[in-house]
């Protein structure tokens, strides 16, 4: 999300940069808390990043890293921390939890205005980060897909469930999905079809509606493609991970690998049986289409 957002002129407002008060003196060369002791949203929630991210004892490096550069130039840990979220190029504010009547640590965020980080303090706490796993998945999949990474980790202070992208209607012995283009009753089609155990999902581009979805960037539009794949899947009872064949169509041949790398991303997980060929394709916004087998 930073390159794009450095791509197109777009700044960022980052919270968590305290990781909920984890990354303070507070917890420094502390054990892990119990749960009870995880006495808030913020503190339930980036616990599981942390767990998520090597676990405690490896966040305790990074905590050990902030602290050493807040001791060098007498500021608190939370200063570090957001000093150093803010020198983040795409970054133009970061947002500070507080409890109010209890701590406001207002005086204290003053300060981070007047630190300047230099390059030893950055490579000490890059090499702290360094240890941690990257948190799995994109923006926002901590609230869309397991493992959930929020305070309660199923969403239940969320959502009591969620439902189905796309409409559905029994047919004799198949259940049909539609996504609600244009072209599914002009054509005749459904966006996908199961009749047993066997999922069917027809050609699909990146489209919603009546939109297109993705510009002319072909990689773009295979990440929607399969966005809408995996909702026509989870709408009649499957998932990505029942995929067993794709077969991608491109409209120009030069674009084979964004294509490729887009599909090795979300479904090189599942190695299903795959064919790319260059196409003619009926819409002439249309880069890339793919339609899906699966078996639930």
Known sequence: ??????????????????????LTERWLDR????????????????????????GWERF?????????????????????????VLDEPAVAA????????????LEDNV????????????KAIADAISTLAPIPGDCGDEYRRPPYLTATGDLSHHVQ????????????DRTLC????????????SRAVRKGSRISVSGTTASHGSRGIG???PAAQAHFVIDKIEGALESLGGRLEDVVRTRVFVRRIQDWEAVARAHGERLGHVMPANTLVEAKLVSEDALVEIEADAEV
């Not at 002791?37 to 998520?52: A, D, L, Q, V």
């Not at 539609?178 to 089609?189: F, I, N």
């Open 60 to 84: 305790q490096g990074l905590a050990q890293a902030v602290s050493g550069v807040a001791r060098k130039h007498g500021v608190s840990m939370a200063n570090v921390a957001c000093r150093a």
């Open 31 to 54: 054990p892990s808390p119990s749960e009870a002791e995880r006495s808030t949203w913020s503190e339930m929630k980036y616990h599981r990043f942390i767990e998520s991210a090597g």
């Open 111 to 122: 300060r981070v205005f007047s630190l300047a980080l230099d390059d030893a303090d950055r």
């Open 1 to 22: 999300m930073s390159a794009f957002c450095r791509d197109h002129g777009v700044q960022l407002l980052a919270y968590g940069t305290l990781a909920g008060g984890f």
């Open 178 to 189: 539609l996504s609600g283009t244009p072209w599914e009753p002009l054509a005749g089609y």
């Open 161 to 172: 469930s969620f439902p189905a992208p796309y409409g559905t209607r029994v047919l004799g």
């Open 94 to 105: 970061v947002i500070v939890g507080a409890r109010l009547g209890e701590r406001s640590h």
């Open 215 to 217: 510009g002319l960037d």
